[in-house]
C-alpha cells in the first residue's frame, strides 16, 4: 500500500480555495485512493464547537490562537493521523499555516508563540503539500462582500488580509518544497488544469 499524503488548501478569504477543494478530492477518489475531506477549525465535533465560537465571539488574540490549536490538536488525534496510518488520503481547509497568517500576520501575535504552539501539537507532521490560492486583496474583498453573513475574520480590513496574505507568501517562500501558489485569478477551468498537474506530480 503506498502511504496517504496529507493535502493543505491556504488562502485569505475570498480567494476561492473552497471552490477547488472537491475538485482536488474526486481527482485522489479517480485515482485510486481513499479521500478524507475536513476542515478547521473544525473536523470533530468538538473542532466544530470550538469553530462555532471562533468565527463569532470576540476575544483575546492569544485565547484564538490557543483555540486555533486546540481544535487541531483534537482533529489530528481523530482524523488526521489515524486517517494517514490507515494510508488514507487527507485534504483540509486550512491548518497550521493559516494560524501563522491570521493571527501572527493578521492579527500580529508573535512568531515564536506560534512556533512553540506548532512544536507542542504536531513536532513531526507537516503537510505534503499545501495548495496557497492567492488573489489581489480587492478582488478577494468584491467576492465576500456578495455573501451577506460575513463572519468576524471576513469583517476585519484591508490591512490586516494584506498583512495575513504577506505572511502567506513568507511561507510559501520559507517552505519552497511543499508549498504550491495557485494563481485565483484564471478561470475554474484553468485552475483545475493546474491543479491536475500538481497532484499528477506528487502521486
Ligand atoms: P474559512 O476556512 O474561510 O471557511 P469559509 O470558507 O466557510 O468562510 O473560515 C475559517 C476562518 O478562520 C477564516 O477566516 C480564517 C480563520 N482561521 C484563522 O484565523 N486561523 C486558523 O488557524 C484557521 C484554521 C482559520
Keep these: 500500500m503506498t502511504p496517504g499524503k496529507f493535502i493543505t488548501f491556504e488562502g485569505i478569504d ?6 477547488h477543494l ?8 479517480e485515482m485510486g485512493h481513499t479521500v478524507i475531506t475536513t476542515r478547521e477549525p473544525g473536523g470533530t465535533p468538538l473542532g466544530e464547537q470550538l469553530r462555532g ?3 463569532k465571539e470576540k476575544m483575546h488574540l492569544e485565547t484564538e490562537a490557543l483555540l486555533m490549536f486546540a481544535s487541531r490538536r483534537e482533529h489530528l488525534a481523530q482524523v488526521i493521523e489515524p486517517a494517514l496510518a490507515r494510508g488514507d488520503w487527507v485534504v483540509s481547509d486550512r491548518f497550521t499555516d493559516a494560524t501563522f497568517a491570521y493571527q501572527g500576520g493578521g492579527r ?17 507532521l507537516q503537510p505534503d503539500l ?20 460575513l463572519d468576524r475574520f471576513e469583517q476585519e480590513q ?3 488580509f494584506a498583512a495575513t496574505q504577506a505572511e502567506y507568501l513568507r511561507r510559501a517562500e520559507q517552505f519552497p518544497k511543499r508549498f504550491r501558489l495557485i494563481d485565483s485569478t484564471q478561470t475554474i ?9 500538481i497532484i499528477e506530480e506528487l502521486s
Excluded: C, I, Y
Excluded at 496557497?132 to 451577506?148: H, T
Design 158 to 160: 484591508a490591512a490586516f
Design 108 to 124: 500580529g501575535l508573535a512568531r515564536e508563540k506560534l512556533d512553540a504552539l506548532e512544536a507542542w501539537v504536531h513536532p513531526h
Design 22 to 29: 472537491s475538485f482536488v478530492a474526486s481527482l485522489l477518489h
Design 130 to 149: 499545501t495548495l496557497l490560492f492567492n488573489v489581489p486583496l480587492e478582488v478577494a474583498r468584491a467576492r465576500l462582500d456578495k455573501s451577506r453573513d
Design 14 to 19: 475570498g480567494a476561492g480555495k473552497s471552490t
Design 189 to 197: 477551468s484553468e485552475v483545475n488544469q493546474a491543479l491536475a498537474e
Design 53 to 55: 465560537l471562533l468565527l
